[in-house]
């Protein structure tokens, strides 16, 4: 496995897979994405994101059937590994420890 560091837009893409659980392909990760985190992805910087994810243990993907609506092409869907599990909630740690020392002065409305 290499680095197990999450990259911001590596955490949006896993966040985005677990929440699409067996719906996980490339084009739906792209449009949920730009519908919920407001971000238009290109097809393939995720395709890339999706490797990284992978040779880091934090997802696996497996072929969908062939349709004829895809000219006979499988769909790659991913799901997110016991790894990937753990990559998110330290990262939920991390930034809810940091969230919550910024002190109320700070974080009060103007």
């Not at 497996?62 to 990937?84: D, H, I, W």
């Amino acid at each position: 496995m290499k680095g197990t560091n999450l990259g911001e837009f590596e955490e949006l893409v896993l966040l985005t897979i677990a929440t699409l659980v067996n719906d996980a392909y490339s084009v739906a990760i792209c449009d949920e994405l730009e519908k919920h985190a407001g971000r238009a992805a290109k097809l393939g910087v995720v395709h890339a994101v999706l490797n990284r994810l992978e040779d880091k243990g934090f997802v696996k993907s497996t072929l969908g059937e062939a349709t004829s609506t895809r000219g006979g092409k499988r769909k790659r869907y991913y799901t997110v590994t016991n790894g990937g599990k753990a990559a998110l909630i330290k990262a939920k740690e991390v930034r809810d420890e940091l969230w919550n020392r910024i002190p109320d002065l700070i974080l009060k409305k103007a």
